[in-house]
């Protein structure tokens, strides 16, 4: 483990020039235009329109408005010198029911984005599921229906058949832990259910949905391509009561429910002992671990800040501070009496705290475990208060994080992780699911009023990282 006895403000750092620099953004989050053009309903779409669900309100309706601004936003990209850019897929505009008829104008919008892409010199990186399931499908069981795992494999050959010649890396799934914790068993997302049982569910059929849909990518996919997936792995601290218990607890469900099964075969023992009063895992069939240990190109690591936890002792009140809204359920089936410790500061806006060594830890731990598994930041950035003045946005605490997180994954680089590239989040303000417009992460400002865009300070700083090569003075 680092010390972090230092800032992590080095400058001057330079990266290799195969090291992929870009950014990254997700459908519901700035597309907009959510009922047009033959888009079906989401879970976001219903979950953000039910009151008390989102703060303010707030939905995707219009989000950024990708939809309607795609040359525009395609010009900012080739503008900031973006060499990759991870986008996803909204399978409601693919498929508006999840399974049959496809629709002609959602994989016309996608192919116009991967062309506007290539056209400008930039490496298409496309996410197929960044949480948008749609509606009919949620209606049917939802994720701890294991026939959406097979309704997933379906959608995944649509879209590679269609843009299979173009798409430099398919990404199977974004943060599944979000997916089915957050979504099914804490509230706090889409679909807003709270069963522990259909959570562990959801674990499965999302780790058996990658594997499948790798499996029909490979069928169809008539380029060069590279497979991936992407988690967001939770970096565990120890706190101070039965805190290796803990640590083991958390380490589990967050991160090995999902190596585990997609990078050696089998779920950890201990995960399955901890669960068992929840649920007795048969849905786990055979063959399905055959199915998802399919190899990967890339495993896509999304960071933005640290865990502590330790066992609650009962004699004073719970901690439950794990970093996300509170929606009266619990994303942490079966270790409910885990205490998840305040982090010291500083923090972003959304609370998180800002540890640029646990990103370095993170790398140097993933590459311990899994040597010859190359590695990717697809996620990595912080929600500021941002001001547009005058024209411009001066965020210089951003500047400062992603300053000192390049440093944190270029020290990892000469320890010996191989690390092919860093994704910043995000390309532009959007849609920050639970909390809608009251964050922003952003490179790029978008005033909601007349969704103007305005590139960042960090947005230049960036820029400058991009074509120097190098973490800018």
């Known amino acids: 483990m680092t010390s972090g006895s230092d800032d992590y403000r080095d400058a001057g750092l330079g990266f290799p020039h195969d090291f992929v620099l870009g950014s990254a953004t997700a459908s519901y989050q700035i597309e907009g235009a959510w009922d047009e053009d033959g888009r079906g309903p989401s879970i976001w779409d219903t979950f953000s329109k039910t009151p008390g669900r989102v703060v303010n309100g707030d939905t995707g309706d219009v989000a950024s408005d990708h939809y309607h601004r795609l040359d525009e936003d395609l010009d900012v990209m080739k503008n900031l010198g973006l060499e990759a850019y991870r986008f996803s897929i909204s399978w409601p505009r693919i498929q508006p029911s999840g399974k049959g008829p496809i629709n002609a104008a959602g994989i016309d919008f996608y192919s116009r984005l991967v062309d506007g892409l290539l056209a400008r010199g930039i490496r298409p990186i496309a996410t197929l599921y960044h949480w948008d399931l749609p509606q009919p499908l949620e209606d049917a069981g939802g994720w701890p229906n294991r026939d959406t795992a097979f309704r997933f494999a379906e959608y995944a050959a649509i879209v590679g058949e269609a843009l299979g010649d173009r798409v430099h890396t398919w990404t199977t799934l974004n943060e599944p832990w979000c997916s089915a914790y957050l979504g099914y068993a804490a509230g706090a997302h889409a679909p807003g259910r709270s069963s522990g049982a259909d959570a562990l569910a959801a674990v499965h059929h999302l780790n058996l949905g990658h594997g499948l849909a790798l499996q029909a ?257």
Not at 236 to 246: C, L, M, T
Not at 288 to 306: A, F, H, K
Request: no cysteine; proline share 5%.
């Open 217 to 473: 990518l490979r069928s169809v996919v008539s380029n060069n391509a590279q497979f991936s997936v992407t988690l967001n792995f939770h970096v565990i601290r120890p706190g101070s009561i039965g805190s290796d218990e803990a640590v083991r607890r958390i380490d589990a469900l967050a991160n090995r429910a999902f190596t585990g099964p997609m990078l050696r075969g089998a779920y950890p023992d201990d995960l399955i002992d901890d669960t068992r009063k929840i649920t007795d895992w048969s849905f786990v069939l055979p063959g399905d671990l055959e199915t998802i240990n399919q190899p990967i190109d890339i495993l896509g690591v999304n960071y933005y800040s640290t865990t502590t936890v330790q066992m609650w002792d009962g004699r004073k009140a719970r901690q439950t501070a794990d970093g996300h809204k509170d929606a009266g359920g619990t994303p942490w089936p079966g270790s409910e009496m885990v205490e998840f410790i305040q982090q010291p500061g500083p923090y972003t806006s959304m609370g998180w705290n800002i540890a640029p060594e646990g990103l370095e830890d993170l790398l140097l731990d993933l590459h311990r475990q899994f040597p010859a598994q190359p590695l990717m930041i697809t996620e990595n950035g912080a929600a500021f208060e941002d001001e547009l003045v005058e024209g411009a946005v001066h965020d210089v605490k951003r500047i400062d994080y992603l300053r000192r997180h390049f440093t944190a994954a270029h020290r990892a680089m000469q320890r010996g992780v191989d690390l092919r590239g860093y994704l910043v989040w995000s390309l532009m303000d959007n849609f920050e699911w639970a909390y809608g417009y009251t964050k922003r992460f952003g490179i790029v400002y978008v005033d909601y009023t007349t969704l103007k865009r305005t590139v960042k300070d960090s947005g230049h700083w960036f820029s400058e990282l991009v074509q120097s090569r190098r973490i800018p003075e």
